[in-house]
């Protein structure tokens, strides 16, 4: 199980680092630019000595109007409108919220006698939590309806919002993410030869949670060999972390999800000889 390290430094009491950046690029005959604002807290220190832990939390905001730096949820690579790049301007990979902790702890063995202390001692703990808020996606129009030329294999026409609401009861689920009702749709297809009105990125997928836990314990054989056995459990709690919703406006799936972005529980059992 891996331990993700911050390289902001080694400070072992909690703080802020505000942290800004901007960049650019050309593409398609035009210079792109990204932005990234973001304000990371890092608490990192020893519990015990036999226990230590590290948390980061990531509060941060990410724009860009550059195609190649778009939220990875399946976006189309390039402008809507090359003559209207100012509409490029959205999220990118945004992610707005992250917070990430680990904990090693070595259990301490009980030694009421020899078979308790041969039974419990060594073993170790680890365990890696990690929950963040949802990639931003474009909701957009299946095929070039705008006959705009657009590249094969790409979608970047978008859809027209009507001004009903986006969010309300029963949506946030696999079957409705956000608004798909027919009779009253957030949004429809732009009329034929018109490019769509909604922002870039402009609404967030699910978000994710897992928590990794393992235990293990090296037996020592002789001087220079060693056994370890390990138990491993990924997605402890099986916990269902929703993939990208249709964002198709002009498909019967439209709004659903239909896939997971993480596995249900996985549990590893594993040993190694060591000499």
Not at 13 to 36: P, Y
Not at 63 to 77: C, I, K, Q, V
Not at 207 to 220: H, K, P, S
Not at 222 to 229: G, I, L, M, S, V
């Amino acid at each position: 199980m891996s331990h993700r390290r911050n390289a902001s430094g080694d400070a072992k009491n909690f703080g802020f680092v505000e942290r800004s950046g901007i960049g650019s690029f050309g593409k398609g005959g035009h210079a792109d630019t990204t932005r990234l604002h973001g304000r990371p807290a890092v608490s990192r220190e020893p519990i015990a000595p036999v226990a230590r832990r590290q948390g980061v939390a990531t509060w941060s905001k990410n724009l860009s109007d550059a195609p190649d730096f778009r939220s990875p949820m399946f976006e189309s690579s390039i402008p809507q409108n090359n003559n209207d790049l100012a509409a490029e301007k959205g999220p990118s990979c945004d992610v707005r919220h992250r917070f990430a902790l680990s904990a090693v702890y070595s259990i301490p063995g009980i030694s009421h006698s020899a078979w308790t202390s041969a039974v419990t001692r060594d073993w170790q703990f680890s365990t890696v939590y990690q929950v963040q808020t949802g990639f931003p996606f474009t909701v957009s129009v299946f095929g070039d309806t705008a006959n705009s030329g657009t590249v094969l294999g790409e979608n970047p026409i978008r859809a027209n919002t009507t001004g009903a609401p986006i969010f309300g009861p029963g949506t946030h689920t696999a079957s409705s993410w956000f608004n798909n009702d027919p009779s009253n749709p957030s949004f429809v297809t732009p009329p034929a030869f018109t490019f769509g009105n909604v922002g870039r990125n402009s609404i967030y997928g699910p978000g994710m949670q897992t928590l990794d836990l393992a235990m293990a314990r090296d037996f020592r054989i002789t001087e220079r060999a060693k056994f370890q056995f390990r138990g491993e459990f990924f997605n402890a709690l099986n916990h269902t972390n929703l993939g990208t919703p249709d964002r198709f406006v002009n498909t019967p799936q439209f709004g659903t999800i239909t896939q997971s972005t993480t596995p249900g529980r996985e549990v590893q059992l594993s040993a190694r000889l060591s000499f």
